[in-house]
């Protein structure tokens, strides 16, 4: 399962769970894979992130 954030072009540090627009520039947001990790041991850190900022 993959976890998809929304985050604005200009600002990477931008990370939201929802589309909306940029707090900064107020660019519309864009559907991105918060890892870019090809490791394959990205599990650990990402299941208990992931519980607690889904709902
Ligand atoms: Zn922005």
Redo the contacts with the bound molecule.
Sequence with gaps: MEQQKYT????PQ?MEDEAGS?P????TLVLTKAENNHSGSHHNGMIADFKSGFM
Excluded: A, S
């Design positions: 604005c072009p200009m600002h931008i940029c900064i520039c107020g660019m």
